[in-house]
């Protein structure tokens, strides 16, 4: 063997080894379930749901929600709400005053059990929001001050300055981690929960969530455990998905403000470089905490989002109204007010929920667009155009979305080859297209499934 041709082979071999010691090192994720995998969440804010506000105007809509197509049913917080300090005419949910009570205007704990009851009988999951971090400042827990955070002075303290109405919680203190603790397994136990939704879940201490997480699966193996963070750790042993807010900041970016859409390719790869293998993240473009995305993207605008939302790797979730093309403000001030959702809103806006309608259908048909493996795809104008395939279980799907009011003409880096365009709207039956020239009109998006 020539001695050139050794040393390659050799230097080969040695890099090989190395990156093979670089995977092996990689953690993984903990183990997700199925329909986890598989879901689509639907956020519900009871307060703005329906106009009688309680768990019945959310029952009343089951049917809807069912056809709809989600599958994981996200309540936010049902407890009753602090008074003293509130922000608002009502004051926020995410201000507890007590964690095994129900705000009387929602309805009763028999109400509440019934609607899950219904929801498992259409086949429909439901998870409470749980704020671990924080209580009210009216809170029955304020008889343990010791349980609290204080100042240098020995005052109770918020746990952050702007959040002026609660009080941040203490996890140095072993009887609040075991009162917690209890908290949630009696919601899950009492209640049939499927699992929770963790408010500022980065905060809390990530051993707390750990052990909590034995103490629910003891109750119910295939739960659910999701934090609002954006923290690696929390998804090794505690937690099934977190929020992928990298990704949503850089989407408001390039929607709102013309950021280079190849923004988004390198936040999502910076991510992967970040988290275990195996990790799921949780995707949106609009929830209670942002402004609506139809107030932010505009009609078009805020339908390619969520096509990108719906057709990339994690785990979609929308909030309510959406489907309908809402408008009514769900963020600050809103939050601490009641601002129903204006369902009427669909009828001007009709071609809002067919599309959501036949874009979850698309996404639960098609293992490809759920967990199947992600490549990005380089276009004629990828400043402002997104090309990517999604690839699994033997299907490959190519998603492009223009992210601009500026049409498109031009190639996308594909072999030639034909695809069917199963985009919703397009008709039935579905087109065959001749890749790789593409055209793509203002905020459009195209799903096409190439034919083996």
């Given at each position: 063997m020539p001695r050139k041709l050794a040393r390659m082979l050799t230097i080969f071999a040695i890099h090989l080894c190395l990156l093979s010691s670089l995977f092996a090192q990689q953690p993984t994720a903990r183990p997700v379930a199925e329909w986890i995998r598989a879901g689509v969440i639907y956020e519900i804010n009871p307060r703005?749901?329906?106009?009688?506000?309680?768990?019945r105007g959310i029952e009343k809509k089951l049917d809807e929600l069912k056809q709809l197509g989600v599958t994981i049913l996200w309540i936010m917080p049902i407890h009753p709400v602090g008074q003293v300090k509130k922000k608002g005419s009502i004051g926020s949910a995410y201000s507890v005053q007590d964690y095994y009570a129900i705000d009387r205007s929602y309805g009763t704990k028999d109400d509440f059990k019934h609607l899950v009851s219904e929801a498992h009988r259409r086949g429909l999951?439901?998870?409470?929001?749980?704020?671990?971090?924080?209580?009210?400042?009216?809170?029955?827990?304020?008889?343990?001050?010791?349980?609290?955070?204080?100042?240098?002075q020995g005052n109770i303290i918020p746990p952050v300055p702007d959040w002026s109405d609660v009080a941040?919680?203490?996890?140095?203190?072993?009887?609040?981690?075991?009162?917690?603790?209890e908290m949630l397994k009696y919601w899950m136990r009492?209640?049939?929960?499927?699992?929770f939704r963790c408010d500022v879940a980065g905060e809390v201490p990530t051993d707390f969530w750990e052990t909590a997480r034995i103490a629910l699966t003891n109750i119910k193996p295939d739960m659910i455990m999701i934090a609002e963070a954006n923290k690696p750790e929390l998804l090794l042993k505690a937690f099934d998905l977190d929020y992928d807010w990298p990704f949503h900041s850089?989407?408001?970016?390039?929607?709102?403000?013309?950021?280079?859409?190849?923004?988004?390719i390198d936040t999502w790869s910076q991510d992967r470089e970040r988290y275990a293998k195996g990790s799921l993240e949780m995707r949106f473009s609009d929830d209670h905490d942002e402004k609506r995305a139809i107030a932010r993207f505009g009609e078009r605008g805020a339908m390619a989002a969520s096509a990108l939302v719906l057709?990339?790797?994690?785990?979609?979730?929308?909030?309510?109204?959406?489907?309908?093309?809402?408008?009514?403000?769900?963020?600050?001030?809103?939050?601490?007010?009641?601002?129903?959702?204006?369902?009427?809103?669909?009828?001007?806006?009709?071609?809002?929920?067919?599309?959501?309608e036949q874009m979850i259908a698309l996404r639960r048909a098609h293992p490809a667009l759920q967990q199947g493996e992600?490549?990005?795809?380089?276009?004629?104008?990828?400043?402002?155009?997104?090309?990517?395939?999604?690839?699994?279980?033997?299907?490959?799907?190519?998603?492009?979305?223009?992210?601009?009011n500026q049409p498109f003409e031009g190639v996308v880096a594909v072999p030639q080859g034909e695809y069917k365009d199963e985009t919703p709207g397009v008709?039935?039956?579905?087109?065959?297209?001749t890749l790789p020239a593409l055209s793509l009109g203002a905020w459009d998006f195209r799903i096409f499934r190439k034919v083996h």
């Open positions: 703005t749901f329906s106009q009688s506000a309680d768990f999951r439901v998870i409470l929001d749980i704020v671990a971090n924080h209580t009210a400042w009216d809170s029955v827990l304020m008889k343990h001050p010791e349980w609290y955070q204080h100042d240098a941040g919680l203490n996890y140095a203190s072993q009887d609040l981690r075991a009162y917690m603790t009492e209640f049939d929960l499927d699992g850089t989407l408001t970016n390039v929607w709102e403000n013309g950021a280079p859409a190849t923004a988004l057709t990339m790797d994690g785990v979609p979730a929308l909030y309510n109204g959406m489907e309908a093309g809402d408008t009514t403000e769900s963020t600050a001030p809103a939050l601490f007010e009641k601002m129903p959702v204006f369902w009427q809103i669909g009828e001007r806006r009709p071609n809002f929920r067919p599309f959501y992600t490549e990005w795809v380089k276009n004629g104008a990828s400043s402002r155009v997104l090309t990517y395939f999604r690839r699994g279980s033997g299907e490959e799907y190519l998603i492009a979305i223009n992210t601009s008709g039935d039956p579905k087109p065959a297209v």
